[in-house]
DNA sequence: TTGAAAGCGCTAACAA
DNA sequence: TTGTTAGCGCTTTCAA
């Protein structure tokens, strides 16, 4: 490999000291006119290009965020990272990805003061099996957003969607259509299922407001939110005696899952069994039926989630930790009102 | 932020040159027990952890690689990511990501020796609209792995299934079955079409081994892989004066679309027209019908790639170009049986 | 086996 | 406005 071309290559050709030639390359401070032509002229003479890896260390930064997700496989998650990526590259910055499977373990390790820690000038996260204590274990220099609810300690913001409010909405659209007796699949009773925990509650809540009972067995807790777990738990509530007659799947590839499961069995969405999903990713557009679900602005998300970031990166005394909140919206399509809902564009 | 610890304070507290330090800390040349475990000790006391930046100028090397995809929202290569990702984990590798929504010129930029060059040490590039020209005026100098099939000038490498093969034993499958409107969905008779053209010709050529005629009418094109386009092309068909009854799509995602198409409109999947796909993605294993698919052995493409990538990165002189072509097999699912194929696990 | 010291190429404090 | 120069923290050649 051929020497690469330094600053000092170019000043010495331009004339200039190499903190000039950095001045106009940056675009920084004051240059005159003529001795910016003369070194953009070098700069282009000797087709210099700067190097990344050198202007990292002695500024002390790495110029990438990191993008930490449980799983890149999901369509929700995927979905974001477009979104995420595109909003990191306005601002020059680049975006590392990783996934974590869910490991409590790997989480913890991606916030906590590792030998990578450089690598990222701070982190989006997107825990699944974080607790509060992880949280405040790690290196408190990092600067950190976390996607989803969660109650932050004033040290990190978070961003996401009204959980509860959108999972009551999603459970009265069910029940507006006259079902009573309405499932939950995705609930996750354990320490690290927050989310789950409040789209339960959510799903409680708009019984309660109606004075209608929860029937408790109709509540199916899933380790995951994917197709295979939704399908598995929608087998399992079709063998009860009664059967419910609408579902609320906390994701929408438990509601796909979940209808799988039902028209294999030869029963008709939303005929007899009625599903709302969550997530609004585009699969549920095109599934059949269409999938009627809770729709995240993620758009807002990644764009909110980076502008904060890079806020905090920049800031020389860290800002306040924000809890901010996305709007969501229901989409109505045919897994609750059949055919009388708008098909899509096609 | 406190000053870091560095090398040299380690060095300083175990009465060692910072020499002997890095050679513990990367585990290098032959240190003797004694000093190890001294210098050991002092890395712990004082929580030293290595600057990445610093290692990076130094070894001219950033220890990230690029995967660069034309869209990330779609399964098929966010599925590929993830076994990207985790394969180069296992070499220490990070991987960056970026999505390049199939504009040929932002694809040239990426292998072009631009500015950002130094942050990966190679690319694994699956392109959209490249074309021979831009991936000969790339920059030589970077080790380069192109996903997909694609003629090599033994200066990369390239891995892929072999479409033509395999298009051909999807639409045999469709002959098979008794169907003799075939039709296909996806060409692109445009320059940067390569990959449809290869599935166009595997299409043709399993006409012609029957001795069977091609109608021509039959043949769509689609300027992208996805639902919508899918759907879209379908509607036209529906349309002929004699529709197809059966479809060859060149994606999962255009078969996906084309089947919501064929089901709003009343008609069956696969009674009256049969669908088959190409990538299998989790979508088709829970859509309704299930999908019959061409599959790719996703996890050995991407352990090839990151292997042979890796390896170019390490050599001192670039080894030759090959043309490495990972497995496929056809698998058969509701939309060209219908209820007869196995249902998935649940 | 270990030490001394010269880079890696850029930024930025300080000086002019 | 521009030059000088000391880092950034690590790797690695050369010497001992």
Chains 1, 2 share one sequence.
């Not at 001045?23 to 003479?45: I, L």
């Not at 809540?205 to 109709?218: C, M, T, Y």
């Not at 939704?230 to 087998?235: S, V």
Request: proline share 6%; glycine share 8%; hydrophobic share 40%.
């Amino acid at each position: 490999m051929r020497r690469e071309v330094t600053l000092r290559d170019v000043a010495e050709l331009a004339g200039v000291s190499s903190r000039t030639v950095s001045n106009v390359v940056n675009g920084y401070a004051n240059v005159t006119e003529r001795t910016r032509v003369r070194v953009e002229r070098a700069v282009k003479e000797l087709g210099y290009r700067p190097n990344v890896l050198a202007r990292n260390l002695a500024q002390g930064r790495s110029g990438q965020i990191a993008l930490v997700v449980p799983y890149l496989d999901t369509p929700y998650f995927s979905e974001l990272l477009q979104s995420v990526i595109r909003a990191a590259k306005v601002s020059g910055y680049n975006v590392l990805i990783d996934q974590t499977d869910g490991d409590p373990e790997h989480e913890r390790g991606f916030i906590a003061h590792g030998s990578r820690r450089l690598l990222f000038d701070g982190v989006i996260f997107s825990p699944l099996g974080l607790d509060q204590q992880a949280l405040a274990d790690r290196d408190p220099a990092l600067p950190l957003v976390i996607l989803g609810e969660r109650t932050s300690d004033g040290t990190f913001d978070h961003v996401g969607i009204d959980d509860v409010a959108a999972s009551r909405q999603a459970t009265e659209h069910l029940l507006d259509l006259g079902r009573n007796r309405v499932a939950a699949i995705g609930d996750q009773p354990y320490a690290t299922g927050e989310a789950a925990q409040r789209r339960t509650r959510g799903f409680r809540e708009a019984h309660q407001a109606r004075g209608l009972p929860v029937r408790e067995d109709l509540i199916i807790g899933t380790p995951r939110f994917n197709r295979p777990d939704g399908a598995h738990a929608m087998a399992h509530l079709l063998e009860l005696e009664e059967p419910p007659d609408a579902v609320f799947c906390y994701s929408d590839l438990v509601a796909l899952g979940a209808i799988r499961a039902i028209v294999s069995r030869g029963l008709r969405v939303p005929e007899d069994i009625a599903v709302i999903g969550y997530d609004d990713i585009e699969d549920g557009r095109f599934s059949n039926p269409t999938v009627t679900t809770i729709s995240p602005d993620k758009e807002m998300i990644a764009a909110t989630a980076v502008e904060r970031l890079l806020l905090r990166i920049s800031s020389a005394t860290p800002p306040p930790g924000l809890e901010l909140r996305a709007p969501h919206k229901l989409i109505v399509r045919e897994s609750t009102v059949g055919r009388s809902a708008r098909p899509p564009s096609a």
